[in-house]
């Protein structure tokens, strides 16, 4: 069997236990490039050979959102679910039943709810949804969920959604958590926002669970994820290249400018794919309808291709927001509430921090111009162009990151 068969076969999705996951090999690396990067903004040092690539690129035009979603289309959470089954699968047939209390655990963005969602449908696993954060804040004990043990696994996707920071917000995850850890509901899997469990490890603790997350993605995993071909209208085929060099970005590349690209891609992003992905769709690019040649001083990655393959460029970078040195108190509070909750509705928000909600709007907008946060169906979280910068930046001030 050849190396490449292999990789093709092997899932790029895969759930292991939190002590197995690995950041990629150059993340260490890549921060050390950023903050020169930084640096040398800062003194406004020659940009060389990036004003020419720029302008390399300047006939390319980005791609029509028909397009974009097809070649880049939301993440199917059912494959990673089928990841969780496989890590799940080996050790319930040892048992005979499902048993244990597992926590998989979910970088932002990585929607680990949906996950274990896919997860029960198909093995009639009860879900249970968090209340409404009025709930929580009411302190109305009857409220409080008891559930009794089953025949069958239970879930619960969201974890973050069963507490709020704040005097009168702990005490329903206080519960829950006491309840789960002494067995009275039987087998079941937590679902978990990475920065809520580096929170909740703090308040309330589990004793020895059985900890996962999803694998880190490297730049070889990235590049089979992001770079496979996809039927997209009349077109089988589609080859993605470099658009500064010209060469094509393959699964199997290890070495070369293209391969470093993705491999400073995962790293960048901490290995979330998610992330990944966001980067990844705003720095596609096709060539104009008209233009018979590319201007640029690379060679053609395909001197003879064929007519069944459509070619997309991806450019050499995109602008990252970034949180200024003289960032008021104000803003890093609401980036770091959003981020223990992994996302909140601004009602909420103005719950949990002392500033006005006219104020906490208008310091919401102003993120939201930055690039920092986004909404949607009301709901502000970091966003995911943002979010490496964000937790760069609370983690070199000493405030509580979590651990991936």
Known sequence: MTKAHDESSTPVWEVVPIGDFALPSDTQLNLAKKRWH???????????????????????????????????????????????????????????????????????????????????GPRAAAVHEAPDPAVILSEKRDASRHWKASDGPWVIPELERWFLRHAHGLWLVRDLLEQAARGQWGAGIIGCDSWAWAYLQRVWPIPNPTVLALQAFDGRSLARYLTASRLAGPRPSVRFCNARTGEPLTSGADDGETSRELRQLAAHCRGNPAIAREYW?????????????????????????????????????????????????????????????????????????????????????????????????????????????????????GYLVDAF
């Open 38 to 120: 930084s640096l040398r903004s800062l003194f406004q040092l020659p940009q060389g050979s990036v004003e020419t690539h720029a302008k390399a690129e300047e006939d390319l035009r980005a791609l029509p959102t028909v397009r974009l979603e097809q070649l880049v289309p939301p993440i199917d959470w059912s494959e990673p679910a089928t990841a969780l089954d496989r890590f799940l699968a080996p050790r319930q047939e040892t048992a005979g039943r499902e048993t244990g209390l597992y926590v998989l655990i979910g970088q932002p963005h990585i929607d680990h709810g949906a996950m274990l969602r896919e997860w029960a």
């Open 281 to 397: 769709r705003r720095r596609l690019r096709t060539e104009p309808e008209t233009a018979h040649a590319r201007v640029s001083d690379a060679p053609d990655p395909s001197p003879d291709p064929s007519a069944d393959e459509d070619v997309v460029w991806l450019a050499s970078g995109i602008e990252t927001p970034v949180l200024p040195v003289e960032t008021s108190e104000d803003l890093i509070f609401i980036l770091h509430t959003l981020l223990l909750h992994n996302g909140l509705p601004a009602t909420t928000l103005a719950d949990l921090l002392p500033p006005p909600r006219t104020q906490l709007m208008s310091n919401l907008l102003r993120l939201q111009a930055m690039g920092l946060v986004e909404s949607q169906d009301d709901v502000w979280r970091v966003s995911a162009l943002g979010y490496p910068g964000v937790r760069e930046f609370l983690r070199s001030h």
